[in-house]
């Protein structure tokens, strides 16, 4: 489809909300020896890498794959597991921070899996919400900015995987024929 980009968030309001997200965490997990932060590929690379250089304390990485848009604009519902985490997380405080949350279908398949495995603690962060978009509800503890309906890709966010490598987050516009 052809199309152009117009920025929705700049590379400055990001790292604003991040400040906050950060600050929140921080205080949150003040009193926890270590926090486990479960980045899910690909698309919340940039802000976990982003995030976590904001956290204080004992702060420990693990990633997990987790598919379900391959290469359309609309999620397929079928969420699917494509690599699971490096090490147990029993009786961790585990943190899942996420790009995007839309529908909530892959956060709910996550969050099941992670809680069968007993950890001292599971709580999200989100660096985008889309509320309006909701089908399964979950809870998001930390959010950096909540968006209207609108297709965005940048900072993590591919269009058919492309632009995930740009600092800030852009509406894709369909151009007119
Ligand atoms: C995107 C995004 C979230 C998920 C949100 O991932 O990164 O993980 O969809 O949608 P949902 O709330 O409707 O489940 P995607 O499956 O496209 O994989 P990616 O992270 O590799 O881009
Ligand atoms: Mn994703
Ligand atoms: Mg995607």
Avoid: C
């Avoid at 921080?26 to 976990?48: F, Q, W």
């Avoid at 995007?100 to 603690?121: F, M, N």
């Avoid at 740009?166 to 894709?172: E, G, N």
Wanted: glycine fraction near 6%.
């Amino acid at each position: 489809m052809k199309h152009t980009l117009e920025v929705m968030i700049s590379e400055a309001e990001i790292n604003q909300a991040l400040d906050k997200m950060a600050e929140q965490i921080n205080r949150d997990y003040a009193g926890v020896d270590s926090l486990l932060v479960v980045g899910l590929l690909k698309g919340s690379v940039i802000v976990m890498s982003d995030l976590v250089r904001r956290l204080d304390g004992n702060v420990h990485l693990d990633f997990m794959t987790a598919s379900s848009y391959g290469e359309s604009t609309e999620s397929s519902g079928d969420v699917k597991i494509v690599m699971d985490l490096a090490r147990s997380i029993k009786n961790r405080h585990v943190l899942v921070v996420e790009d995007i949350i839309d529908t909530g279908r892959t956060l709910s398949k996550v969050l099941a899996l992670l809680k069968s495995r007993e950890p001292a603690s599971l709580a999200i962060a989100s660096f985008l919400d889309k509320p309006s978009r909701r089908l399964v509800d979950v809870e998001v503890k930390y959010v950096g900015v909540a968006i209207p309906d609108e297709f965005v890709v940048g900072y993590g966010l591919d269009y058919a995987e492309a632009y995930r490598q740009l600092p800030y987050i852009a509406k894709v516009i369909p151009a007119e024929e």
